[in-house]
C-alpha cells in the first residue's frame, strides 16, 4: 500500500527538539501550507497546518536552520496521532526535508 505526501510551505511554529527513551533524536514543527490547485477544472485555494515530525541522527543535522517563516519541502508517509489530551491528527512523519529558501 503506498503512504508518501510531498508537501512544501512555511514553518509557523518554532521547531521543538527531544529524546525517545532509546535515543532517538526528533524535531517536531508545524508546516503551513497555501496554494491553488485545480479541482473540477476550477482553480481552489488550498490551506492546511500539518504537524510534521523527523526522527533519526542522520536526519537532525538537516533541521538545524529551521524556523518560523523558513520555506521548505518536506516528504514522507502520514500516519495518525493521539495526543495526551486524547484529540487525534495526522502527523507526517518525515524521511526528506529541502529548505527552499530563509524566512528572512
Known amino acids: 500500500m503506498t503512504n508518501r505526501l510531498v508537501l ?19 524535531c517536531h514543527f508545524v508546516l503551513e501550507h497555501r496554494s491553488y490547485q485545480r479541482e473540477a477544472d476550477l482553480p481552489r485555494q488550498v490551506y492546511c497546518y500539518i504537524n510534521v515530525v523527523i526522527s533519526g541522527k542522520g536526519l537532525q543535522v538537516l533541521t538545524q536552520d529551521l524556523a518560523v517563516g523558513v520555506h521548505t519541502k518536506v516528504a514522507g ?28
Open 8 to 26: 512544501s510551505g512555511v514553518i509557523a511554529k518554532d521547531p521543538k527538539r527531544s529524546q525517545s527513551p532509546a535515543g532517538v533524536p526528533h
Open 77 to 104: 508517509f502520514i500516519s495518525y496521532q493521539t495526543g495526551r489530551n486524547g484529540i487525534g491528527k495526522l502527523v507526517l512523519h518525515a524521511d526528506h526535508i529541502e529548505i527552499i529558501c530563509s524566512g528572512d
